[in-house]
């Protein structure tokens, strides 16, 4: 696919997202440097917000690029390469969490001290990273809770900060239907969350 | 005022989590600034988001950095790229296999051609022996699985335009007080053309869908009947017959049951 664009469109500017695709298209590896050098950071927030954990996340930022050179054909040649991207990390990280939750039949919270070190606060009080801790671990069980589109679309919205159209389209949705998931996630997590603010 | 709170209190936990703009912000905060239960509702989504803030993850995902240096994490992409590459694939057969397959189907089809032609014969005892290449239970058993995929993926589609319905669709930019649902129209009409197609085969095989399946036909002849920019109204009648049929839910449920 991202020959044909390449043939269709002419000349692109060298070290652009079409360049690198059709470059990793043909089996050039050496695109993908450029690739992982622009879109990792975006992967990594994706994958983070997903599965809350920083090295399942690091994994699935490996994987995502692993799959972009060997799907690089089946890209549908959009100027901009991060949606699509998008879209893999997502479903890698969708997967990957199902297997972890079968695994665990219940959410089981990260060790004492796990949090500290790999997203503290800046303020030193123990109190404070135990309240912080404390609020992760609940915040986590109750997306946990949620089906598994309202988690994609709320954890897209929440953590990444994506408008509702880009998650539609990293999501492969209607934006209809990522607005009613929204909505939907937001009132289950304050009816699981409803103690929260004591 | 009771109209507009109906189709547009759903859209308050949106306008909360800052994910409206434009004209749908402005008349979503219009709506709130003078509705005292969307005000509460808005004022304690905001309130509860707030504190979701909190938590120390968002901070991560905001900082965003990737704990290894980029050489390290494209040397392992690199060793990964390789592990795929070596192991041999159901989805990339080598071109000697390729060959070894046409051959092998060509073998098949010589082996086959005979049994067919001969159907119209006097059967032979001693090939008959032999049985069938398929058997009938496994090709029946292929296309109930093939009859609840297909309904399952239908059921995906409606999902679609119900979920879009239910959640207000956008503004008519061609009329005031209508509702744009010229997509969804369309595609129910679609919709309900494939649904005849499910059933030629193998109704048994989802014959536990049917009910939802029913209640999903029904909600999409209306939807397919509404003009392009429809009346509020109309909207709002359909909006509360798929939450008071828990549609959305049981198409969810169905879905599942359907793909085991």
Not at chain 2, 187 to 211: I, K, M, N, T, Y
Request: net charge neutral; glycine share 6%.
């Amino acid at each position: 696919m991202a020959d044909a664009v390449l043939a269709a469109e002419g000349p692109e500017e060298p070290g652009s997202d079409l360049s690198l695709m059709a470059r990793l298209s043909t089996g050039d590896r050496e695109a993908l440097g450029p690739l992982m050098e622009r879109h990792q950071r975006r992967v990594y927030r994706i994958a983070l917000a997903y599965l809350r954990n920083p090295d399942d996340a690091l994994d699935a930022v490996q994987e995502t690029f692993v799959k972009a050179f060997l799907s690089a054909s089946r890209w549908d040649g959009s100027s901009d390469a991060g949606p699509w991207l998008s879209r893999i990390a997502v479903n890698h990280a969708i997967d990957r969490y199902r297997r972890t939750k079968r695994r665990r039949a219940t959410y089981t919270p990260m060790e004492e001290g796990e949090h500290n070190q790999h997203y503290a606060t800046e303020d030193p009080s123990p109190e404070r990273r135990a309240i912080s801790q404390n609020l992760g671990d609940r915040i986590g069980i109750a997306l946990g809770a949620l089906p598994e589109k309202q988690r994609a679309v709320f954890v897209l919205r929440h953590y990444d900060e994506m408008s509702l159209e880009e998650i539609a389209t990293t999501l492969g949705l209607r934006l209809g239907t990522v607005k009613s998931s929204l909505h939907r996630a937001v009132q289950g997590l304050r009816e699981r969350l409803s103690g929260l603010a004591s | 005022m009771m109209l507009a709170h109906l189709l547009l209190r759903r859209r308050v936990a949106l306008l909360a989590a800052d994910a409206l703009v434009g004209p749908e912000r402005s008349r979503v905060e219009s709506h709130v600034g003078g509705c005292r239960r969307c005000q509460a509702d808005y004022e304690g989504t905001r309130s509860f988001l707030g504190l979701l803030g909190e938590d120390p993850l968002r901070e991560a995902v905001r900082q965003g950095e990737v704990p290894v240096p980029l050489p390290v994490l494209l040397a392992r992409v690199d060793l990964s790229i390789d592990q795929a590459l070596a192991r041999p694939t159901a989805h990339a057969p080598r071109p000697w296999g390729l060959g070894i397959a046409a051959v092998a189907t060509a073998l098949a089809i010589a082996a086959l051609v005979p049994h067919v032609l001969d159907r119209t014969k006097k059967r032979d005892p001693e090939r008959d022996a032999l049985g069938p290449l398929v058997s009938a239970d496994a090709l029946d058993r292929l296309e109930r699985t093939v009859a609840r995929e297909q309904t399952a993926r239908y059921l995906n589609e409606a999902q679609d335009v119900l979920a879009t319905v239910a959640s207000s669709p956008r503004d008519c930019e061609r009329a005031e007080q209508r509702v744009d649902v010229e997509a969804e129209s369309r595609r129910s009409r679609v919709l309900l053309a494939r649904r005849a197609l499910l059933f030629d085969d193998h109704e048994g095989a989802v014959a536990g869908a049917q009910p939802v399946l029913d209640d999903v036909e029904q909600i999409l002849r209306e939807v397919a009947k509404m003009e392009a920019c429809a009346r509020f109204g109309d909207v709002l009648r359909l909006q509360e017959e798929i939450e008071r049929r828990q549609l959305l839910m049981k198409v969810r449920l169905m879905q599942r049951e359907l793909l085991g």
